[in-house]
């Protein structure tokens, strides 16, 4: 069981990757250098360097990992929460090719 600031930092990553949330990477990362001291930012970058279900060293690279829909959140049931992404398909008529454009 991940501690709470995990579970907690979980939800935050929620909010930013959902696509419906208006909530941009650039205010959560405002948020942390405003309103955390900073001995509570060193104790969350160690929260989340020490969770073994993140591959980041501090919590401002995982936020925007989670942003650019990069890392998979992982949900109270064990699946994660569905990463919707934006991308292109083109298709050579002549070639018959398709080829997918992620943007």
Avoid: C, W, Y
């Amino acid at each position: 069981m991940l501690p709470l600031a995990g579970l907690l930092f979980n939800v935050v990553s929620g909010l930013i990757i959902d696509k419906a949330s208006t909530l941009a990477k650039e205010h959560v990362e405002k948020m942390l250098d405003d309103v955390l001291p900073d001995g509570a930012k060193a104790e969350l970058d160690e929260i989340i360097r020490n969770d073994p279900e993140h591959i980041f060293d501090n919590a401002k690279d995982a936020l925007v990992a989670a942003a650019e829909k990069k890392f998979p959140i992982p949900m109270k049931d064990g699946k994660f929460l569905p990463i919707e992404i934006d991308f292109k398909v083109s298709f050579d008529p002549n070639t018959r090719k398709v080829e997918l454009i992620q943007g």
